[in-house]
């Protein structure tokens, strides 16, 4: 008999409309997605000389002057889509090479930071697969089960639940491991349930299978 999974839905939390502050604002990023990166424009003074977003306090993308169309850097050209009418920058496609502090800043007598944001682009969280793993017993009542919980980036967590009496603790409690793209992977009992989470700051694949249905399968297959 083949094991079942119920695999359950999956949310995708994606911020593409962020209120920036000169305070250092994190903002994880779908690969793939856009983000707009913009202040309030209360924030700049009207007779301002210039504005300028830069990359890693380094890379200049664009740069904005009164009565004048925003400049967009070569390395930028297509990628970055300016607004004059208030300053905002849209970041296109992001890639992982993207991922770093974008800083706006206005030149008046002084220089000062308007917006400042910490962009991490990630690759969105495999689904999961939970098993439980072929094992002998004659009870119902009384029994060992280990499950294996798989991303389709092939990383995987074992767990044994010890049930007696139809109620099961997980050997060891909650089970975690950070993938190699920064994703957690964990495997936890709740109520009766057994649930693999495989998720990031953006998203989160879970599986979830009921413990009392692990248990028939595993008699039914013994
Ligand atoms: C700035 O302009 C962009 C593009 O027109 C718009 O999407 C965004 O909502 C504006 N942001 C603010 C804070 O006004
Ligand atoms: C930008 O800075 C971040 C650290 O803040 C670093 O991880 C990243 O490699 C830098 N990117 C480039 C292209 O220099
Ligand atoms: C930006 O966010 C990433 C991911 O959370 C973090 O590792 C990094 O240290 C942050 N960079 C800065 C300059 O705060
Ligand atoms: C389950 O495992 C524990 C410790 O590993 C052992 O003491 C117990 O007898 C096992 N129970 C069954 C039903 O196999
Ligand atoms: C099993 O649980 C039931 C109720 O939850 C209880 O009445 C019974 O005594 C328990 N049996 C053992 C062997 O612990
Ligand atoms: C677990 O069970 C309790 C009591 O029935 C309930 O209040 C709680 O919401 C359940 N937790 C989950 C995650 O389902
Ligand atoms: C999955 O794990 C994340 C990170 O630990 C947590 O925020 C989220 O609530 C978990 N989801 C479920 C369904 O338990």
Not at 43 to 64: G, M, R
Not at 102 to 121: G, H, L, S, W
Not at 166 to 174: A, D, R, Y
Request: aromatic fraction near 8%; proline fraction near 4%; charge should be negative.
């Amino acid at each position: 008999m083949e094991p079942i999974s119920i695999v359950c839905a999956v949310f995708l939390v994606y911020s593409s409309h962020l209120q920036g502050s000169s305070a250092l604002t994190p903002v994880f990023v779908q690969k793939g997605k856009d983000v707009l990166l913009e202040f309030m424009k209360a924030d700049v003074p009207e007779d301002f000389d210039l504005l300028s977003w830069t990359f890693n306090k380094s890379d200049t993308l664009v740069t904005f002057s009164p009565g004048r169309e925003p400049r967009v850097y070569a390395a930028y050209t297509g990628r970055v889509e300016p607004s004059v009418k208030n300053y905002s920058v849209k970041l296109k496609n992001l890639q992982e090479a993207d991922s770093g502090v974008y800083t706006a800043r206005v030149t008046t007598d002084k220089e000062q930071t308007v917006a400042e944001y910490n962009i991490t682009v990630q690759d969105p969280v495999s689904p999961v697969e939970l098993k439980k793993k072929n094992s002998v017993s004659n009870s119902l009542d009384s029994c060992n089960l280990t499950v294996t919980c798989s991303t389709q980036d092939s990383h995987h967590i074992s767990s044994t639940l010890r049930c007696d009496n139809q109620t099961c603790s997980q050997e060891g409690g909650e089970r975690s491991k950070v993938t190699t793209s920064g994703a957690s992977l964990l495997v936890y009992l709740v109520n009766d349930s057994i649930i693999c989470n495989h998720s990031n700051q953006l998203m989160e694949q879970t599986v979830t299978m009921f413990i009392l249905l692990l248990l028939v399968l595993l008699w039914l297959s013994s």
